[in-house]
């Protein structure tokens, strides 16, 4: 089993930056994939931005150039940095790992996992 804590979440203004933190532990052997997902009040989890094992990259439309996922395998944590941040970046981000069977990009546009973070709220005003 693995277990995955986010930190970095805030409150900024809008074209200011943040970067999130996941730390994985235990089974971590296992994972294939990681991602960052988003919730928004009133509306659905979203895929950010996810990463496989070979370090192959998607990245939701919405975020692409101003995101950035990244992975520390030797310390087992997952990064988003997060540049030009707009109102409609505010959400509680979480942090997910799943076996991807069909790929980064479908679990992508899926937002489902077998494991999530607590979640971080990013907070960004005009």
């Known amino acids: 089993q693995v277990r995955l804590v986010e930190s970095g979440g805030g409150s900024v203004q809008a074209g200011g930056s943040l970067n999130l933190s996941c730390v994985a532990s235990?089974?971590?052997?296992?994972?294939?994939?990681m991602g960052w997902f988003r919730q928004a009040p009133g509306k659905e989890r979203e895929g950010v931005a996810t990463?496989?094992?070979?370090?192959?990259?998607s990245v939701a439309e919405s975020v692409e150039g101003r995101f950035t996922i990244s992975e520390d395998n030797t310390k087992n944590i997952l990064y988003l940095q997060m540049n030009s941040l707009k109102p409609e970046d505010t959400a509680v981000y979480y942090c997910?790992?799943?076996?991807?069977?069909?790929?980064?990009?479908?679990?992508?546009?899926?937002?489902?996992?077998?494991?999530w973070g607590q979640g971080t709220q990013v907070t960004v005003s005009r």
């Open positions: 235990g089974n971590t052997n296992s994972i294939t994939c």
């Open positions: 997910a790992e799943d076996r991807c069977l069909l790929g980064r990009a479908r679990w992508l546009r899926s937002a489902e996992s077998d494991t």
């Open positions: 990463i496989d094992s070979n370090g192959g990259i």
